[in-house]
Nanobody, 118 residues
């Protein structure tokens, strides 16, 4: 069974920074995608950023230039450094682990709240 445990959310003023972490444990393929999604009240869950085991990354347009995703494969941990935060970044951020981009098994963390005040 795969477990994803997130940390690092909180309350920050606009323009501030936060760093999210997500550690994966259990038995799973070492080649995978780890990423962050977010869901704001009344909105659908959306991909924020994703990183493959070999380093390729994907960002949603609103995150480009402000957020940086990285991973430590030895620790099975993914990070999301968020700078220049805006009130519209307020959401629950969920860690995700998957093995294919077109479906298949995937796992989710419990979510961590990020609140950006104006």
């Amino acid at each position: 069974q795969v477990q994803l445990v997130e940390s690092g959310g909180g309350l920050v003023q606009a323009g501030g920074s936060l760093r999210l972490s997500c550690a994966a444990s259990g038995s799973f393929l070492s080649i995978n995608y780890m990423g962050w999604y977010r869901q704001a009240p009344g909105k659908e869950r959306e991909l924020v950023a994703q990183v493959h085991t070999f380093g390729s990354t994907t960002y949603t347009d609103s995150a480009k230039g402000r957020f940086t995703i990285s991973r430590d494969n030895a620790k099975s941990t993914v990070y999301l450094q968020m700078n220049s935060l805006k009130p519209e970044d307020t959401a629950i951020y969920y860690c995700n682990l998957r093995f294919r981009l077109d479906g298949g098994s995937e796992y989710w963390g419990q979510g961590t709240q990020v609140t950006v005040s104006s």
